[in-house]
């Protein structure tokens, strides 16, 4: 049950405040997590936004066919949905095209070029892609289509020949914050663009209502929640309490999501079923549901995204389950980094295999899938400090196509050089990691006291939300913790449920993927408990909750 061998517990001892070690620990001051709104920067900052904003306005006032080509993923349909909002509401002539993982994979390309000009397309706008586009964007300029790119990833050793890139990662853009997702770069376009068509307090309502897009992309691209983004999403998050879209409702209520939303309610219940739909099915779905114009069809696509959650689940477990076995047959953790390959693996759950992988062994992992039979494709997820697209990189010659970022990125390759591109990546990542960069390793806040376990300490940590990378929510440990209470919940028993006893508090506990561990536990154990602090509501109840992170034996 004991998963880090270290708990690093950066503030030990006794403490006053808990906001001030939270605050300590992260190097961090008040101003840098303010959410005030005089902390955004202007739109105009970014390179080519002038340029690319009077493009599109130009397409919107001569009636031009816009395209809007966004991605599969929740930052690229958020995206998507945020730019047509806006182009709907000034009766721009636009459409949507969505990109299908399996016959398309990621990004433009030149199919997708003809498609649009055989729709009378003459101008393409890209959401969360097109920075790599390159013989796309040349094929579209080239028979006069303008494209204008907005895209968040980091550019290649050049940038693609289009009308404007909007990018605020382009090495020539002096944009101050870097960090945003697609879906924030989109709204600053829409900030932009809607000068020039709104004026006082509709633009200003207008823009507001489209923030809870930005929350949802944000929060489910793992965005770091710093800086605009904290400011962005935390008002989204607001808006997504009391939307009026009825996809979202839809979607909230299949769900099961009522009251405070936060980074919880769409990192595990809202984003994973609109990433289902380009996952598992077509992305249009997704983006339909966003779009939807009346409670009967918003319900319709929500039960259709909720009934792909369910296969998308039943896909990963049944892959995890075939990954592990390969693992643990065939030795593979003894290298640095796991590589694990499926032959009927759904491309749509590599990634998360890849991800539990890593959570299980803390070594970096790439996922295989050999569904494509001419080409694999793979998805990695890194630990340890490793860079996997570098290292993906330094192995490129047996590549097709790869992109990505320093901990998570994705490839393919012809089958025939499977075992030259396995042996070259082990090998890096040999060279590059040590056995210490590799030991489980949990970083915790403090110690609390039993009597600080409290809707009170939720409470005064809310200020720092919303949470997410680079903004962490505050982990704490218990020592001598009593199990009163021992159960299950959730399909196939996967959860452990607890109560929990320390000092004169009492308190709930679960566990999540950890119900297996309730062969290993008994009531009366007493244990030192690593966690985040949360509220929970249900039935119109409200409760503390601890999250578990890990649980060991108490000393004495």
Known sequence: MH?????????PGSYESIPDVYLSNRNLTLQQIDNSAEHLHSPDLMKDMDRG???????????????????????????????????DAVSANAQPLLPDRYRDGYGMKAATVEKAIADGTSLIITADNGISAFDAIEKAQGVGVDVVVIDHHHPQDHLPAAHAVINPNRPDCEYPFKGLAAVGVCFKVVQCLSERFMQGDDRRKYLN???????????????????????????????????????????KAISRTKGKIDSTSIGFFLGPRINSAGRIGQADLALDLLRAD??????RYADQLNDLNLERQDLQSKGIEDAEHQVAEQGLADHRLVLVKGDDWHLGVIGLIAGRLKERYNQPVIAISGTKKDLLVASARSAGGYNIVEGIFRASSHLTEYGGHADAAGFSMHPQNLDAFREQIIADAADRLSDADLTPKLDLDLTLRPEDISFKTVEELEAFAPFGQQNEPPKFSAVQCSLDRIDTVGQDAAHLKMQIQTGKTRVEAIWWREGKLIYELNRGDVVDLAFTLETREWNGRTSLQMVLKDMRPSLN
């Open 53 to 87: 904003v009077t493009r599109i306005e130009k397409a919107i006032r001569s009636g031009e066919r816009i395209t809007v080509f966004g991605d599969y993923d929740v930052d690229g349909v958020t995206s998507t949905a945020l730019l047509l909002d806006f182009l």
């Open 209 to 251: 209502s489209i923030l809870e897009y930005v929350a949802l992309g944000t929060v489910a691209d793992m965005a770091p929640m710093m800086g605009e983004n904290r400011i962005l999403t935390r008002r989204g998050m607001q808006v997504l309490e009391n939307t009026e879209r009825h996809g979202i409702r839809a979607l």
């Open 3 to 11: 998963r880090y061998p270290i708990w690093n517990i950066k503030h």
């Open 294 to 299: 009346n409670p009967g069809d918003a319900a």
